[in-house]
């Protein structure tokens, strides 16, 4: 099954906007209690919410965070809301994951979204839980509470460390942060090749017309894809001795790549 690699955000006070956004190709669509919705409409926002028709198996939501004075009423909306996913910004205490799991009283996902430095750190903690699925990154926050530039030398660093720990626990490859400019799908598109360059499986957007420039950068090429099958081809004939593909060498890395093409194709095994 093909990993969401798009996640377009969504107003939750807009819902005029829902419909638009689940029809952008996006894989999934985040309704946003947070940053997006002002102090005074989030009550508001959680009601439309409740009251949407939607795919809830596309929908993420992102509440308020565990310090935030809306915490607490977003846990009691969690009860009631049928979205698949859940994102929990400015995550760092595994706690914070138990209250959700608790408030929503049925198997969900958890997105904890790494917005601080202390988050970075607990990450492999985070992802341990039984219900954190892969991590989200927070650059502007992120970079913020570092005292940096929003910028993408200055996070290396910190991008690259996040990935290195979802891997080591075994996670999905995490998501990574928006790309500010809106319609300036140039940028979109290097941002979203520097992210899957470093391991990143995915990321936030802002705007449907990101959508299509990101998941074109996170789809595998048609010759990444004919390769991939070619290589697993070779594998399962049982060929004796070294083989090779297009003057490589298979071996197990090589082998495990190609797998990973395909799983990102959405193919099986070839």
């Known amino acids: 099954m093909t990993l969401p690699t798009t996640y377009l955000f969504v107003p939750g006070d807009r819902p005029e906007r829902f419909a638009k956004a689940a029809g952008s190709g996006a894989d999934r669509i985040i309704l946003d209690l947070e940053d997006a919705v002002r102090p005074d409409a989030k009550a508001e926002a959680r009601a439309l919410i409740l009251e949407a028709t939607l795919d809830w198996s596309r929908i993420v939501v992102r509440i308020n965070d565990a310090a935030s004075p809306f915490f607490a009423d977003d846990l009691a909306f969690l009860g009631r ?137 996170f789809r595998p090429s048609e010759a990444e894809i004919d390769w991939a099958r070619r290589v697993l081809g070779v594998v399962t004939s049982g060929a004796a001795g070294a083989v090779a593909v297009d003057g490589k060498m298979i071996d197990k890395p090589v082998e495990e790549a190609a797998r990973r093409i395909l799983a990102r194709a959405g193919e099986t095994d070839a």
């Open 81 to 217: 809301c049928k979205a698949g996913a859940i994102m929990v910004p400015k995550a760092e205490k595994v706690e914070t994951l138990d209250k959700m799991t608790y408030a929503c009283g049925r198997d969900i996902a958890l997105l904890p979204q790494i917005e601080t430095v202390r988050g970075l750190e607990a990450v492999p903690d985070l992802l341990s839980h039984a219900s954190a699925r892969r991590a989200v990154f927070g650059h502007l926050d992120f970079a913020l509470d570092l005292g940096a530039a929003p910028e993408w030398e200055p996070l290396l660093y910190a991008r690259s460390r996040l990935v290195a720990l979802s891997r080591l626990v075994g996670a999905l490859p995490p998501v990574d942060s928006v790309t500010p400019e809106v319609r300036n799908t140039a940028r979109v598109e290097q941002d979203a090749l520097a992210a899957r360059s470093l391991g990143f499986g995915g990321k936030l957007l802002i705007h449907p017309a990101q959508v299509d420039p990101t998941a074109q950068v």
